[in-house]
């Protein structure tokens, strides 16, 4: 337990020094990458697990410092519909006795397209209906400053004609094939409603690099459709995370899941 004081204590104390450089203005970069670390060495219990697939995909950064079967019998203990093993047999081909501890097994993704293809097999393996239509997303537009919005997205239409989210004006047409179809859209260019929002979550790139946090990641996902989550809070979020707020929704989620989280 004192641990975990010091612990969330130090993530406090971050997430104020994160927030502004030496002279009171934006510290890029490194901030953003240490915005969690204070955290990022618990490892959690089996009923933080629990309340982990309850919080999501804003959950993932604190799965850093568990083993990985250690996360798996937690999700198991707390009856997840789709558990770590199941992912790793679904996307990699491999059972989770079977892997090292650090979760490796040389299959991490680097796109959004192939992050779908393994939640796409991860959906099919379970029994999801119209497996096909659900998508990994990304908002990149915070890269550089470390840290990535993640969006688990239904879209029916295998080709999508938008408008430009940041020129809000030009329409662009994207396949499956396109790295920018991988971006969430509210509604298409005749202004029709187009994409559904499961769940989402600011995420630091370190917290994804891993293919075991990847893992995680698709699992914490595969459950969130799965248990028929849907978020209405997306849209508003987005249009922060563009115009530069990123580190403010970081804050406002890493408080609200510690507290959920009980970290």
Request: proline letters at 3%; charged letters at 25%.
């Amino acid at each position: 337990m004192k641990k975990l004081i010091v612990a969330t204590g130090v993530s406090a104390c971050l997430l104020a020094a994160c927030a502004h450089g030496p002279n009171g203005g934006p510290n890029p970069g490194h901030g953003i990458e240490g915005l969690f670390r204070g955290v990022a060495h618990l490892v959690l219990s089996p009923i933080q697990i629990a309340a982990g697939l309850l919080e999501g995909v804003a959950s993932l950064p604190y799965y850093a410092s568990t083993g990985l079967h250690a996360i798996n019998e937690g999700m198991v203990e707390a009856q997840a519909s789709i558990t770590l093993d199941d992912t790793y047999e679904a996307a990699y081909g491999k059972r989770i006795k079977d892997v090292a501890e650090d979760g490796n097994t040389n299959e991490r993704f680097r796109r959004m397209k192939h992050a779908t293809e393994y939640l796409q097999k991860v959906l099919s393996q379970y029994g999801v209906e119209n497996s096909e239509h659900y998508i990994l997303t990304s908002i990149d537009t915070a890269n550089k400053q470390g840290a990535t919005l993640f969006a688990v997205v239904y879209r029916p239409a295998k080709t999508i004609t938008v408008i430009d989210k940041y020129d809000g004006k030009t329409v662009r047409q994207f396949n499956r094939s396109d790295r920018l179809y991988y971006e969430p859209f509210k509604t298409n260019a005749r202004g029709e409603t187009l994409d559904a929002i499961v769940d989402w979550a600011g995420v630091p790139k370190e917290a994804y690099q891993t293919q075991k946090l990847q893992a995680v990641l698709l699992t914490l996902a595969a459950n969130a459709i799965v248990d028929g989550k849907i978020r209405q809070d997306y849209w508003q979020t987005e249009s922060r995370w563009i115009e530069g707020d990123f580190r403010s929704i970081l804050e406002e989620q890493d408080a609200k899941t510690t507290r959920s989280m009980r970290i």
